[in-house]
């Protein structure tokens, strides 16, 4: 996909935090921490000189009032040098991996070496803002001098104005959350509760065999945990070794009560996490004797109305992905995609082997085809592992590349859905 006299990108380092319930372990920490020890331990353990980094892109999805320019605020926690430059980057669930190719396209055109990419969420710590009367309140009081115009500012209050205004995961043009979104599209595509459950139960059984396997392990940072720092977060705490699918028939549906099969057992809890990934151009790559774990092949965006299927983006965004690299489905030898809820990934894999999608949503002559289950998401996904949303795809960058290098397999597809209908697709290639 690159054009001539353009640079391949390698994937020379990925790290994560554990993931964590929020309001767990991480309840008194930030974002902004998260990614601090993210991004310092990535550098730390890459034995790399700071002062090679050309610059950190990073991202959250739902920003701190007080520090909005995350990337810049992880960089001087994690006492990197002051001279890099450093912007965040938002794209919903796909932040990190915008950030990857927003790194991916400066290195490509030779205007930087080497890039740290990333994100963290920390849901634990979303800003709860006053409702918009008792705001205009507290900015005339700050204006106001006397205590007369003091008093004044307050007249007609009423208690209500106090309710606070938590951010919502909805579509603001649907006024749909996720969740229903995600039931929406397993009515419509005919996702049944028991192909949800069953999707989950894997999800839950790859991700505890990857922490057992000693594949996981290596991707994960141990955080201290404030505000003590006497105990340490070391691994996920989501996975569920013991669920099975009679407890998970048991759960009720959360997103439509009466007539829903979407629960907290087949969605993507909400999570506390940070991640951060390497890149550098193949040259400085191989001058400083690195292992590469991947190239950069490809990649795609897609965006559609999200009054449609609201997480159908990577039904969308891979096939341009493959195209570019000049693949087919049959070429890639592991699949990893971004676990939203089961009945999104069931219907991004239906619509990959539907010839009406292909042809009516498409215009292509052929679907993608199927992806075999036994190379999709071969460690869990975010159903198991969670999804602290900006987070995730550089998690699932890592893991991929990681799996490449150690499998030898050639191609890699992963895929990103994303609220606003966003979607995005990559394709990793083995270094060797
Ligand atoms: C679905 C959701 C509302 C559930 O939230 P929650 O009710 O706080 O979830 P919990 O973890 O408390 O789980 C509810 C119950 O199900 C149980 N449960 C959850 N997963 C289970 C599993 N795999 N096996 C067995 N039981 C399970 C819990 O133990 C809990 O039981 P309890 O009520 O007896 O304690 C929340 O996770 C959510 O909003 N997820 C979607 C996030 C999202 O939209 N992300 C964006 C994607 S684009």
């Excluded at 977060?233 to 028939?249: F, K, M, P, Y």
């Excluded at 400085?284 to 490809?298: D, E, P, T, V, W």
């Excluded at 992905?321 to 009945?343: N, P, T």
Aim: aromatic content about 6%; glycine content about 8%.
């Amino acid at each position: 996909m690159f054009p001539a006299g353009t640079r391949r990108v390698a994937v020379v380092a990925g790290l994560r935090t554990p993931f964590l319930r929020s309001g767990t372990l991480f309840e008194s920490m930030t974002a902004v921490d998260l990614g601090a020890v993210a991004v310092k331990e990535l550098v730390t353990r890459a034995d790399l000189d700071e002062k090679e980094i050309d610059g950190l892109l990073y991202g959250t999805v739902i920003p701190s009032v007080s520090r909005p320019n995350i990337a810049r605020e992880v960089l001087f926690d994690a006492n990197l040098p002051m001279s890099i430059p450093a912007s965040s980057v938002i794209m919903a669930c796909a932040t990190s991996n915008r950030a990857i190719t927003d790194a991916a396209e400066q290195i490509a055109l030779g205007l930087a070496d080497v890039i740290v990419a990333g994100g963290s969420e920390c849901l634990s710590d979303v800003p709860i803002l006053f409702s918009r009367p008792f705001a205009r309140r507290l900015v005339k009081l700050s204006k106001a001098k006397t205590a007369a115009q003091k008093a004044k500012v307050f007249a007609g209050f009423r208690p209500g104005e106090l309710a606070p205004n938590p951010p919502a995961i909805a579509e603001y043009t649907t006024g749909l959350s996720m969740g229903e979104s995600a039931e929406k599209m397993a009515k419509e595509n005919r996702i049944f509760r028991a192909a949800q459950d069953e999707y989950a139960l894997g999800s839950h059984r790859k991700a505890a065999a990857g922490w057992d396997k000693g594949v996981l392990p290596p991707e994960v940072v141990p955080v201290p945990v404030a505000p003590k720092f006497e105990e340490m977060a070391t691994t996920d705490n989501i996975i569920r070794r013991d669920t099975s699918l009679e407890q998970l028939a048991k759960l009720p549906p959360v997103f439509d009560r009466k007539f829903g099969t979407v629960t907290a057992g087949n969605s993507s809890p909400l999570t506390d996490g940070a991640s951060a990934v390497l890149l550098m151009s193949e040259e400085r790559a191989k001058a400083q004797g690195r292992k590469i774990l991947a190239f950069i092949r490809s990649w795609a965006y897609a965006a559609l109305d999200p009054s449609d299927q609201l997480l159908q983006g990577p039904a969308y965004a891979a096939p341009v992905a493959l195209d570019r690299a000049g693949l087919k489905l049959s070429d890639v030898g592991r699949v990893e995609m971004h676990e939203a809820f089961a009945a999104q990934v069931l219907s991004n894999l239906q619509a990959f082997a539907s010839e009406t999608f292909a042809r009516d949503r498409l215009g292509r002559s052929a679907p993608l085809g199927e992806v075999d289950p036994k190379i999709l998401n071969l460690y869990g996904g975010s159903i198991a592992i969670g999804h602290p949303f900006a987070a995730t795809g550089a998690r699932i960058v890592t893991t991929l590349a990681n799996e490449l290098s150690r499998s030898g397999v050639q191609f890699g597809l992963l895929t990103v859905c994303a609220a606003g209908a966003l979607g995005h697709a990559m394709v990793l290639e083995h270094a060797d």
